[in-house]
């Protein structure tokens, strides 16, 4: 396996990984399927894309994690194959992440995680991300209520 940037040809890829893992439900804010234009823009290499990495297992992207810039502030998403976590693939990914980063003037990152998201929330944990705020009213567009929990990493 190996860590690398994100190139607009992954986006495909990265929109299948993605996809997987809002039909599976219950670990990521996002409800609705994203086109491969829509991962590009928003993921890889977009105006607000700070760092986009991906896990490359032969040639097929197994997981990846993208920094974006919003609301001034550096923000994380990281998004692995149903039925590959805990296999080191996230750990792979923050490190290079945290490279990528490198020089980019930003401080700090924050992950926003459903407060439902155990494994989501034990992985940030897991890389050294800390509490600064919760949203308990956090509601997805059907009205559940999951509320989410904020955190953040020094650089």
């Keep these: 396996m190996k860590f690398r940037s994100a190139r607009p040809e992954d986006a495909a890829a990265m929109a299948r990984v993605l996809n997987a893992v809002i039909a599976l439900g219950g670990t990521t804010a996002h409800?609705?399927?994203?086109?491969?234009?829509?991962v590009r823009e928003d993921y890889v290499d977009g105006a607000d894309?700070?760092?986009?990495?991906?896990?490359?297992?032969?040639?097929?992207?197994?997981?990846?994690?993208?920094?974006?810039?919003?609301q001034g502030e550096?923000?994380?998403?990281?998004?692995?194959?149903?039925?590959?976590?805990?296999?080191?693939?996230?750990?792979?990914?923050?490190?290079a992440t945290?490279?990528?980063l490198a020089g980019s003037g930003f401080?700090?990152?924050?992950?926003?995680?459903?407060?439902?998201?155990?494994?989501?929330?034990?992985?940030?944990?897991r890389i050294g991300f800390r509490d600064?705020?919760?949203?308990?009213?956090?509601?997805?567009?059907?009205?559940r209520m999951v509320g989410r929990v904020h955190r953040r990493f020094d650089l």
């Excluded at 409800?31 to 829509?38: C, G, I, L, R």
């Excluded at 040639?59 to 810039?69: A, F, L, Y």
């Excluded at 401080?107 to 992985?123: K, Q």
């Excluded at 600064?132 to 009205?143: E, K, M, N, R, V």
Aim: hydrophobic share 45%; proline share 5%; net charge negative.
């Design 98 to 100: 945290r490279a990528a």
């Design 74 to 95: 550096a923000h994380i998403g990281t998004f692995v194959q149903p039925g590959l976590q805990a296999q080191g693939i996230g750990a792979g990914l923050f490190a």
């Design 49 to 70: 894309v700070l760092s986009s990495v991906v896990a490359d297992v032969d040639g097929e992207v197994t997981g990846w994690q993208s920094v974006g810039r919003w």
């Design 31 to 38: 409800e609705h399927p994203k086109t491969e234009a829509q």
């Design 107 to 125: 401080d700090y990152l924050i992950a926003s995680i459903r407060a439902d998201n155990r494994p989501g929330l034990a992985y940030y944990a």
């Design 132 to 143: 600064i705020a919760q949203d308990p009213d956090f509601a997805l567009s059907d009205g």
